[in-house]
């Protein structure tokens, strides 16, 4: 079975400051991807980011980048330059990479990151 | 190009009665997840359709039941609701039910609020 863990429910950040969401996971596969999605009052699940467990380059969106460990089954989310609108719900999750298995999500339990004015 | 939709957005439900959900993939999409997100949690995984079939199903009891229809939109049917049912339902749309690829971005509805008093 796939877990994931947020342990940080809650999270602050000064506008134009960086801040670091950490997830860890644990699983026996050994190809899969990570992703963060991003829950506004909204509600749509919005994509920030995603890695590759076989790529060893840590992926980048902009001002999102991630930290991600595979040894250490960690995958963190590092938002630089904090903007007012990345205040939102943040999600990590999993999925298997197999073709036959679908594309589920496995997700955590979410980090709630307020950027302050 | 319209994204997901789903309908209604909020609805109230007395315990014991039917729920039913429903679900617009986006276009050109051919594959239907359900998820239930209750307060302060994350998503968890229900089911999901493809070619009018239930392909995958997470840990959920027999009183959630879906359909997929020709055109690919999907119902998510609850029987003898009880309170602990009262949740967001996302849906998720992708291509196919292959492995997650680049070229398959999944998108996420904005969700139906059913609250179960």
Redesign the interface.
Known sequence: AQTVTQSQPEMSVQEAETVTLSCTYDTSESNYYLFWYKQPPSRQMILVIRQEAYKQQNATENRFSVNFQKAAKSFSLKISDSQLGDTAMYFCAFMKHESNTGNQFYFGTGTSLTVIP | DAGVTQSPTHLIKTRGQQVTLRCSPKSGHD?V?W?QQAL??????IF?Y?EEEE??R?NFPDRFSGHQFPNYSSELNVNALLLGDSA?Y?C?S?VG????SSG???Y????SWLTVV
Do not use: D, W
């Open positions: 594959t997840s998820y302060g949690q994350g998503p968890q995984f999901q493809y392909r995958q997470g967001l996302l998720a992708s039910t292959g492995g997650y398959n971005t999944i996420f509805g904005e969700g």
